[in-house]
């Protein structure tokens, strides 16, 4: 099996170019760190609020 590697540059441009991928990372990286915050999770519901223009 042989593995592409891609560089940083390359990777950054995709993102900036598809801004889909840029909140996807985003609410990863809060689903992440959710547990390590206080109340948990708090950020990363926030986004999904947004996302799905959700009011409450």
Not at 31 to 47: K, R, S, V
């Amino acid at each position: 099996m042989r593995t592409n590697w891609v560089s940083q540059e390359s990777r950054l441009s995709n993102i900036k170019a598809n801004p889909e991928i840029a909140a996807f990372s985003e609410l990863m990286a809060a689903i992440y760190q959710g547990p390590l915050e206080t109340p948990p999770w708090a950020d990363a519901l926030e986004l999904i609020r947004r996302e799905l223009q959700a009011s409450y």
